[in-house]
């Protein structure tokens, strides 16, 4: 696999975005069904509104996987609903997660978007997966972030987030630890959906810490409020975005 060191595009219009979206809909998932459709909705919805071309991947994972968009328009994308988000089963993490990577590496030698992007989103451990192991997922990441510039995030209920995604290999720094509430899981939502507008607006593949304060701020100010900024305000506020927080996780 061969590194993408081309320089991102800076005409936002033209940058373009792949969407990898691993999202757990176990039995556990049950108390928070209508936090997770509704802020699953409101994430993809969010990024459809973002300047630039997004394309979205969606695998939803119980005892076994469902690819049910496979790198659309973000735009095309249906909202989950009570009929399509329906938990129940067991957790095949590892499988939902290396059949999309292989998906995404399909479209990315086709179309070499600028930016690839994958949240993945859990409030349990691997136990059924049959495909895929450990080691192979490690591995798989590792190689794709370190070779091919893919950019993984990892939201994790009921576990030790930081360390779960880093023994599957994320990077550090690329974790959301959140309560397993429907408060807590619409929270958790939102925080990725600003933070990953903030990651579309500076346009590199890759940072080096997600869920920084500052990269959080960046990602409030609305799409249409960044449009309309003039150049010199979204070079400082970029600017200000790089500089690491203290008290990032």
């Known amino acids: 696999m061969k ?37 699953f909705n409101e994430f993809k919805n ?16 119980d005892t076994e996987f469902d690819t049910v ?8 994308v249906a909202d989950l609903d ?5 938990p129940g089963g067991c957790t095949a993490l590892y499988d939902a997660i290396g059949y999309t990577l292989r998906v995404t590496d399909d479209f990315v030698a086709a179309h070499k978007p600028d930016q690839v992007l994958f949240v993945v989103m859990t409030d349990g451990g ?3 997966s049959r495909e895929f192991g450990h ?9 794709r972030q370190a070779l091919a510039g893919y950019e993984f995030i990892y939201l994790g ?41 903030a990651h579309r607006r500076h346009a590199a593949p890759q940072r080096e810490d997600f869920f920084s ?15 309309e900024m003039e150049a010199s305000d979204r070079a400082r506020l970029l600017e200000e975005s790089e500089t690491p927080s203290e008290s990032s996780t």
């Open 126 to 128: 691997e136990n059924s």
């Open 69 to 76: 968009a496979s790198a659309v328009p973000v735009q095309e």
């Open 46 to 61: 969010d990024q459809a509104t973002e300047e630039g071309r997004a394309y979205f991947t969606l695998t939803l994972f």
């Open 213 to 227: 304060p500052r990269l959080e701020t960046l990602g409030d100010i609305s799409p249409q409020a960044w449009k």
């Open 157 to 197: 209920a009921n576990q030790d987030s930081y360390a779960t995604s880093q023994a599957i290999g994320v990077r550090v720094g690329h974790a959301l630890d959140y309560a397993s509430t429907p408060e807590g899981s619409r929270e958790a939502l939102k925080r990725a959906s600003k933070n990953v507008s």
């Open 82 to 86: 009570y009929a399509t988000y329906r």
């Open 3 to 39: 590194k993408n060191n081309q320089t991102p595009k800076r005409d936002a219009e033209d940058r373009s975005i792949l969407i990898n979206f691993v999202l757990d809909k176990s039995g556990s998932m049950s108390s928070v069904r209508d936090a997770t459709i509704s802020g």
């Open 135 to 143: 080691g192979q997922i490690f591995q798989m990441i590792k190689d």
